[in-house]
C-alpha cells in the first residue's frame, strides 16, 4: 500500500516531462498541418474568385 501511495503522490519527473514533450510536440504538429490545409483552401478559394471576377469582366 505504501507503494502505491508513493507513486500517486510522487510522479516520476522525468518521465512526466517526457510524456509533456511529446504532447506538446503532437499538438505543434497538429497545428502546422492545420496551417497548411488552411492555407491550401484559402489559395484554392482566391483562384477561384479570380477566375469568376475574369470571366465575368473578360
Excluded at 507513486?7 to 503532437?26: F, H, L, M, N
Excluded at 498541418?33 to 489559395?43: E, F, L, S, W
Amino acid at each position: 500500500m505504501d507503494e502505491l501511495m508513493k507513486r500517486e503522490t510522487a510522479p516520476d519527473a522525468p518521465q512526466s516531462e517526457d510524456v509533456c514533450r511529446s504532447i506538446r510536440g503532437y499538438l505543434i504538429e497538429a497545428q502546422g498541418q492545420v496551417y497548411t490545409a488552411v492555407n491550401a483552401a484559402m489559395v484554392t478559394a482566391y483562384w477561384k474568385i479570380g477566375k469568376s471576377i475574369f470571366e465575368a469582366c473578360g
